[in-house]
Protein backbone atom coordinates (compact mmCIF):
# COMPACT_ATOMS: atom_id res chain seq x y z
CA UNK A 1 0.00 0.00 0.00
CA UNK A 2 1.45 3.61 -0.67
CA UNK A 3 2.46 6.03 2.12
CA UNK A 4 0.09 8.76 2.78
CA UNK A 5 0.60 12.22 2.12
CA UNK A 6 0.72 14.86 4.66
CA UNK A 7 -2.47 16.33 3.33
CA UNK A 8 -4.12 12.71 3.25
CA UNK A 9 -3.31 12.16 7.31
CA UNK A 10 -4.34 15.88 7.60
CA UNK A 11 -8.01 15.25 6.07
CA UNK A 12 -8.21 11.94 7.79
CA UNK A 13 -7.64 13.19 11.14
CA UNK A 14 -9.88 16.45 11.12
CA UNK A 15 -12.61 13.91 9.77
CA UNK A 16 -12.73 12.22 13.35
CA UNK A 17 -11.26 15.96 15.13
CA UNK A 18 -14.95 17.15 15.05
CA UNK A 19 -14.60 20.48 17.19
CA UNK A 20 -11.00 21.46 15.23
CA UNK A 21 -9.18 21.54 18.04
CA UNK A 22 -6.20 19.76 17.04
CA UNK A 23 -6.38 16.66 19.43
CA UNK A 24 -8.97 13.99 19.22
CA UNK A 25 -10.76 12.90 22.36
CA UNK A 26 -12.10 9.81 23.35
CA UNK A 27 -15.55 11.12 22.58
CA UNK A 28 -15.02 11.58 19.28
CA UNK A 29 -13.50 8.70 18.57
CA UNK A 30 -16.48 7.00 19.89
CA UNK A 31 -18.28 9.18 17.54
CA UNK A 32 -16.38 8.22 14.51
CA UNK A 33 -16.00 4.47 15.08
CA UNK A 34 -18.91 3.21 17.03
CA UNK A 35 -21.12 3.33 14.23
CA UNK A 36 -19.11 1.55 11.64
CA UNK A 37 -19.07 -0.81 14.45
CA UNK A 38 -22.51 -0.73 14.87
CA UNK A 39 -22.66 -0.86 10.92
CA UNK A 40 -20.68 -4.51 11.21
CA UNK A 41 -21.77 -5.80 13.61
CA UNK A 42 -19.57 -5.31 16.27
CA UNK A 43 -20.94 -5.47 19.92
CA UNK A 44 -21.08 -1.93 21.77
CA UNK A 45 -18.70 -3.84 24.71
CA UNK A 46 -16.02 -4.71 21.91
CA UNK A 47 -16.02 -1.80 20.11
CA UNK A 48 -15.73 0.21 22.77
CA UNK A 49 -12.78 -2.04 24.24
CA UNK A 50 -11.57 -1.33 20.99
CA UNK A 51 -11.42 2.24 20.91
CA UNK A 52 -9.73 2.19 24.64
CA UNK A 53 -6.76 -0.46 22.57
CA UNK A 54 -6.63 2.49 20.28
CA UNK A 55 -6.06 5.09 22.37
CA UNK A 56 -4.20 3.50 24.17
CA UNK A 57 -1.63 2.62 21.05
CA UNK A 58 -2.36 6.31 19.82
CA UNK A 59 -1.73 8.38 22.57
CA UNK A 60 2.00 8.27 23.08
CA UNK A 61 2.39 11.17 25.75
CA UNK A 62 -0.51 9.84 27.94
CA UNK A 63 -2.62 12.85 27.81
CA UNK A 64 -6.19 11.49 26.93
CA UNK A 65 -6.13 12.68 23.64
CA UNK A 66 -4.24 11.64 20.19
CA UNK A 67 -2.53 14.97 18.47
CA UNK A 68 -2.06 15.32 14.94
CA UNK A 69 1.74 13.93 15.40
CA UNK A 70 0.66 11.49 17.60
CA UNK A 71 -2.06 9.83 14.38
CA UNK A 72 0.54 10.72 11.86
CA UNK A 73 3.40 8.51 13.93
CA UNK A 74 0.96 5.70 14.03
CA UNK A 75 -0.14 5.88 10.64
CA UNK A 76 3.25 6.37 8.71
CA UNK A 77 4.64 3.57 11.04
CA UNK A 78 2.02 0.69 10.38
CA UNK A 79 0.58 -1.01 7.41
CA UNK A 80 -3.15 -0.10 7.28
Given at each position: ???F?????????????????G??T??????????????L???????E??????????????????S?????????????
Amino acid sequence: MAAFTEEQLRKEFRRVDKDNDGSITVEELKKYYLPMQEMLGVKAEVAEQEIKGLLKRLDVDNSGTISFEEFKMFCTSHTL
